[in-house]
């Protein structure tokens, strides 16, 4: 079903601080940063050896970011999980009686939906298949797309 762990999304209080920490402490590397008027959010995407982490800090104290830090602290908000079909696997996960929702496609990059938290790992899951070529571009590729 899961084909890997494509990112993990951390909720910070301060972007600007935690991007120099990753990157002094880890030796990350800077992908891109975006806000998401819609979502309320900035996101800055980071690689640190073979693994891409997202930092989110929260644009308004409404939003979910600001949220999850207010009931948890900074700490991972979601896991990002690739599939090799997300239909299948939705079918899957609804066949045994676990919700998703959120569905949303960028045509011809990728397609995701949320599993809340109450699952076997215990933290949010953004499913998602990449489409096309995304499928076997880089992580560096794949995040610039979405959020450049």
Known sequence: MFKKVDHIAIAVRNL??????????????????????????????????????????S????????????????????MGIEVENLDQFIEHLHSRGVKTSAYTEIAGVRKEVLVGAKNPLGVILQVFEWLGDYKNASPEERMTKVWG
């Open 16 to 57: 600007e601080e935690s991007k120099k920490r990753l990157q002094d402490l880890f030796g990350a590397k800077f992908i891109v940063e975006k806000v998401n008027a819609e979502g309320q959010y900035k996101v800055a995407i980071l690689q640190v050896g073979e693994s891409t982490f997202s930092m989110l800090e």
């Open 59 to 78: 644009t308004s104290p409404e939003g979910f970011v600001a949220k999850h830090i207010e009931r948890f602290g900074e700490t991972m908000q979601h």
